[in-house]
């Protein structure tokens, strides 16, 4: 699976699996994304033209919400506060004008309600 199939597949899992299938499809995102920064000299060529570090930062940003989330869900708290810290820092980084997990979650709200 393409790294733009496995981000598609990521959101609707989010919106429409079980929290624990879900919350497997958000961490075969972020190896997919390891896999796309490993390969970063090639961006601009076949694998992922439209790659940027930025816009890598931005779908880090968006996966580590959603499993910030699905831990809420499955009440494993400490581990989501562990990965709204990694959201915030993914949406700072990437000088979001409010990366804060308040923002990131009316993000992912928006994104799901595409889907609805």
Do not use: C
Request: aromatic content about 10%; proline content about 3%; cysteine-free.
């Amino acid at each position: 699976m393409d790294i733009g199939a496995a981000g598609k597949y990521a959101e609707i899992q989010f919106i429409a699996a079980d929290p624990r299938s879900a919350l497997k499809a958000q961490h075969e995102m972020l190896l997919h994304l390891e896999h796309a920064e490993k390969e970063k000299g090639q961006w601009n060529e076949f694998g992922v033209p439209w790659m940027t570090t930025e816009r890598l930062r931005y779908e880090r940003a968006l996966v580590f919400s959603r499993i910030a989330i699905l831990d809420e869900r499955l009440k494993n708290i400490p581990e989501a506060q562990i990965y709204w810290v990694k959201a915030e820092n993914e949406a700072r980084q990437s000088q979001w004008k409010n990366p804060t997990q308040g923002f990131l979650r009316q993000v992912i709200k928006g994104e799901a309600a595409t889907y609805k």
